[in-house]
Each structure stands twice: as structure tokens, then as C-alpha cells.
């Protein structure tokens, strides 16, 4: 076989990507390509590229995210809805200072 001819691949049956595409992780109940239906404070910070202090001033502000409590941690989650309005009031508040 030259390199310009490639083996046969007739016969060989490959299940559809639908089919395969959806991969189990130990450990986590979740599905590894599923969405995740909340993003943190931290990821709409980074996401946005704006201080997390804007992010928590903004959401506090509007009345935006879910604030959930372990101990002495807290953690605060938007929806997808309430990230975009985040970027869109973080969006004014930038052209208003400039």
C-alpha cells in the first residue's frame, strides 16, 4: 500500500456521534458533556473580565445571583439569564465612567 491509498474501512461499523457522545465521569452523578445550569461569582468575574468586588456591587445592585452558605463559606450563583444582564449592566456602568 502507497501513501496515497488508505485501508478499507468497509465493514467496520462506528455508532453515529450522537450516539456516542455522551461520556460518564467517576465520581461526579453528572453527565461530562452536560451544561452546568449556574456559574459562580468567580467564573462571571473571569468570563467577563471584570474584579469580582464589580460582579458582587452589580448583583447586589440589581438584586442578581443566589447566595448559598457552607459554614463560613459563601458562594454566590447566577443563572445564565442573570450573567448576561450582569455583562449588560457591567457593560453601562464601563461607558458611563468613560
Excluded: C
Amino acid at each position: 500500500m502507497n501513501s496515497g491509498q488508505r485501508p478499507s474501512t468497509v465493514g467496520s461499523k462506528k455508532p453515529p456521534v450522537e450516539e456516542d457522545a455522551a461520556t460518564w465521569v467517576d465520581g461526579a452523578g453528572t453527565m461530562a458533556n452536560e451544561v452546568p445550569r449556574f456559574v459562580t461569582q468567580a467564573r462571571v468575574s473571569h468570563l467577563l473580565s471584570i474584579p469580582e468586588d464589580e460582579v458582587r456591587r452589580i448583583s447586589v445592585e440589581a438584586g442578581l445571583g443566589r447566595v448559598e452558605r457552607v459554614g463560613s463559606e459563601e458562594v454566590t450563583y447566577f443563572t445564565y439569564e442573570e450573567f448576561h444582564r450582569v455583562g449588560i449592566l457591567a457593560a453601562r456602568s464601563q461607558g458611563a465612567r468613560h
